[in-house]
């Protein structure tokens, strides 16, 4: 029972770097979310989505692009990494809203 | 703006004690609410949840209280063990406007001395 699985768990980027990170869940849930989490700080939600083909944004996001062409994947894209988006990532899920989300153990990503 | 924050950025318990970790809201439409857990290097857990419709819900040694009036609610663990150690946060869903945003407060770092 796999549950999220993020990849990769590390990742340095170059500054104008582009890279994807995977999101995948095996429990058949329908919301699925990006959250950044700065040092000391909470998870800023990127993006979201409440089901295949669907996505909105959230509270935080500028640089980074997602799809959801199944309801197992949502990947998030950097087109142009910048040190601002240095950050650990989280990917979670849900069954709907008003459920609790489960995480992913996320992706630390440096931008030099 | 709109937020979910937190009163005080670290708590410190004896082991053995019960600990009270607080979160305000601001956003009235609020009505589900999540304690999570974050221990170092590892994704956020879930603990409990309460929906707008409650004033409290017990779990395993854990109890959230909700007050709507003040836009308040707590997270009460009771007996805390060097286990509990962990960031702490609340989560908010704002489903009925803006179904699917689980907005995230700041965090409270619970530190169990033994």
């Known amino acids: 029972n796999a549950g999220v699985t993020q990849t990769p768990k590390f990742r340095i980027l170059k500054i104008g770097q582009s890279m994807t990170l995977q999101c995948t869940q095996d429990m058949n849930h329908n919301y699925m979310y990006w959250y950044r989490q700065d040092p000391g700080m909470g998870l800023k939600l990127i993006y979201y989505?409440?089901?295949?083909?669907?996505?909105d944004k959230g509270e935080v996001p500028n640089g980074y692009n997602v799809s959801r062409s199944t309801t197992e994947d949502f990947p998030l894209r950097l087109e142009l990494a910048a040190p601002s988006q240095t950050s650990v990532y989280f990917c979670?899920?849900?069954?709907?809203?008003?459920?609790?989300?489960?995480f992913g153990q996320g992706t630390r990503l440096t931008v030099v | 703006g709109e937020s979910v924050g937190l009163h005080l950025p670290t708590l410190s318990v004896q082991e053995g004690d019960n600990s009270i970790i607080n979160c305000a809201y601001s956003n009235s439409a609020s009505d589900y609410f999540i304690w999570y857990k974050q221990e170092s290097g590892k994704g956020p857990q879930f603990i409990i949840d309460i929906r707008s419709n409650m004033d409290k819900r017990q779990g395993q040694r854990v109890t959230v209280l909700l007050n709507k009036t003040v836009k308040h609610l707590s997270l009460q663990i009771a007996a805390t063990q060097p286990g509990d150690s962990a960031v702490y946060f609340c989560a908010e869903n704002r489903g009925s406007s803006n179904t699917g945003k689980l907005i995230f407060g700041q965090g409270t770092t619970l530190q169990v001395k033994p």
């Open positions: 979670a899920s849900s069954y709907i809203d008003y459920t609790e989300a489960f």
């Open positions: 989505s409440v089901g295949a083909g669907i996505t």
